[in-house]
């Protein structure tokens, strides 16, 4: 490809204790809680909303916010998931007596919580805001480059967080990552949508519920229903009496770090709504009248680039219930790998880890310090689904309340680094637990 060179001058906007590069799930967790820590903050988010997946993608559910005995998402997550019943935000078929773990939200108020969150905090931040690049010298990152419809502008700080779910502040600033498995395949993706006009007290007592749909789905495959017969349908979920979020079909073979492949994905997860609307009405009791209301204003990307840190969290570690003396957090979803194919094989395997790789209630295993430090960068944390791990964690701790633990943490260890004058591996381990559990964090080894 043909290369240019560009070179001008460009206002610095913001001069800032902590950086943070968006503001999904680990984003604006990581913001919020060093805010709460009086270090000043400024937050680049490239859409209209704070969520990521969980609003402007259109996910309705909290994945093991809980592990059955502990509320291991604590501390950030707790007030998202109080402030998500304090605003009604929760699916009419829940009581705020239930667990956490069968939270089903309506991502617009849940929008308005994150808002609220933010701007009791008094974090700085702005939509339509991208990331671009960075100024860094030896390891030390000084300036984050971003755009916005005000023009190209520059963003001081002394710590560095990258919540872009792609790891692209620590890519371009040098870190090095991997991105899918031996094959260079990646979960696929979905273009989650919107339905309204679907009678859930009918599709309930018909057997056509959440954990039933796939069910119907051998019947229409063999019908040709589908242009590509694919065997995983994770479903429609309640968000209203009769409206639901779905996760509903995949896009195999989507890169999300590249705006060229988004774009196909987007196109063709349009087109194939439309297959789930038969699929759905032809198949399936209660949902004859269903009407599609809209599509996500972002592709549903599970997994893209994991950077690679001074630890790299493993299937070892999951298996083992690991503890870590740096640890921030403990986490116990199961390993979700979305088959990157939609073939019998693919699907065997993901059913297979999917069954196997999960726990019993109250265990879980630990997240270190270390797995948010990227290698030769000496002022950047990693959080959310990009956090320093192998495929088989990252298809665990990549749900959104493991977000929220691993951003958190970062927002926490930046407080102090800022507040200090450290670089990110200078954090006293024992202060950042110890701050970490005063804020309601899940530690339990902390003592
Ligand atoms: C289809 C699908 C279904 C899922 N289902 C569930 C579920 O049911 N429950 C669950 O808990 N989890 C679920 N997940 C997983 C979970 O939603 C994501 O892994 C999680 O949201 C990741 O959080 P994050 O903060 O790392 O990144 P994201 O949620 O991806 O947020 C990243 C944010 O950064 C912004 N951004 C990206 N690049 C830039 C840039 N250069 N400049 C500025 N802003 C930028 C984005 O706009 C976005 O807001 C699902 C994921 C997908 C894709």
């Given at each position: 490809m043909k290369k240019i060179s560009f070179s001008r001058k460009i206002p610095v906007k913001y001069d800032v204790d902590v950086f943070v590069a968006g503001g999904g799930p680990s984003g604006i967790a990581a913001a919020v809680v060093a805010a709460r820590q009086?270090?000043?903050?400024?937050?680049?988010?490239?859409?209209?909303?704070?969520?990521?997946?969980?609003?402007?993608?259109?996910?309705?559910?909290?994945?093991?916010?809980?592990?059955?005995v502990n509320v291991t998402s604590s501390g950030f997550g707790t007030d998202v998931y109080e402030g998500l019943w304090d605003e009604g935000g929760n699916s009419p078929f829940m009581s705020r007596k239930d667990p956490y773990n069968t939270l089903t939200f309506n991502g617009e108020i849940l929008k308005r919580v994150y808002d609220n969150l933010a701007k009791?905090?008094?974090m700085g931040f702005s939509f339509h805001t991208n990331f671009?690049?960075?100024?860094?010298?030896?390891?030390?990152?000084?300036?984050?480059?971003?755009?916005?419809?005000?023009?190209?502008?520059?963003?001081?700080?002394?710590?560095?967080?990258?919540?872009?779910?792609?790891?692209?502040?620590?890519?371009?600033?040098g870190a090095t990552f991997k991105k899918g498995d031996e094959n260079g395949y990646m979960q696929p993706g979905t273009l989650c949508s919107l339905w309204c006009d679907?009678?859930?007290?009918?599709?309930?007592?018909?057997?056509?519920?959440?954990?039933?749909?796939?069910?119907?789905?051998?019947?229409?495959?063999?019908d040709n229903v589908f242009t590509i017969p694919d065997p995983h349908l994770p479903g429609m979920l309640p968000v209203g009496i009769h409206?639901?979020?779905?996760?509903?079909?995949?896009?195999?073979?989507?890169?999300?770090?590249?705006?060229?492949?988004?774009?196909?994905?987007l196109l063709w997860g349009r087109q194939l709504v439309m297959e789930y609307e038969k699929?759905?009405?032809?198949?399936?009791?209660?949902?004859?009248?269903?009407?599609?209301?809209?599509t996500g204003?972002?592709?549903?990307?599970?997994?893209?680039?994991?950077?690679?840190?001074?630890?790299?969290?493993?299937?070892?570690?999951?298996?083992?219930?690991?503890?870590?003396?740096?640890?921030?957090?403990?986490?116990?979803?199961?390993?979700?790998?979305h088959p990157p194919r939609p073939n019998a094989k693919s699907f065997k395997k993901f059913e297979e880890i999917f069954k196997k790789l999960r726990y019993e209630r109250g265990e879980n295993y630990g997240i270190p310090f270390r797995s948010l430090i990227p290698r030769k960068l000496k002022n950047v944390?990693?959080?959310?689904?990009?956090?320093?791990?192998?495929?088989?964690?990252?298809g665990s701790v990549r749900v959104m309340p493991g977000c929220f633990i691993t951003g958190q943490a970062a927002g926490m260890a930046a407080a102090i680094a800022s507040d200090k004058g450290l670089q990110t591996r200078q954090v006293d381990i024992r202060e950042l637990q110890g701050r970490l559990v005063k804020m309601g964090a899940f530690l339990p080894n902390y003592k």
């Open positions: 009086g270090a000043k903050v400024f937050l680049a988010e490239g859409t209209a909303c704070f969520g990521g997946m969980g609003t402007a993608a259109g996910l309705p559910l909290f994945c093991s916010p809980e592990d059955g009791k905090s008094k671009m690049d960075v100024s860094v010298r030896n390891g030390i990152v000084d300036h984050t480059i971003c755009s916005a419809k005000s023009g190209i502008f520059a963003v001081k700080a002394k710590i560095f967080i990258d919540a872009t779910g792609d790891g692209d502040l620590c890519a371009t600033a679907i009678d859930w007290k009918k599709a309930m007592k018909s057997n056509c519920g959440v954990w039933q749909q796939s069910d119907y789905l051998p019947k229409a495959i063999k409206s639901a979020w779905g996760n509903v079909g995949h896009t195999f073979g989507v890169d999300g770090t590249d705006e060229r492949s988004l774009t196909k994905a699929f759905y009405k032809k198949y399936l009791k209660g949902y004859e009248k269903m009407q599609l209301l809209g204003a972002l592709l549903g990307v599970r997994e893209t680039r994991r950077i690679m840190g001074d630890y790299v969290l493993n299937l070892e570690d999951f298996k083992k219930r690991a503890t870590f003396a740096d640890e921030i957090g403990r986490f116990s979803y199961p390993v979700d790998i944390l990693v959080v959310g689904r990009s956090i320093s791990c192998d495929r088989y964690i990252q």
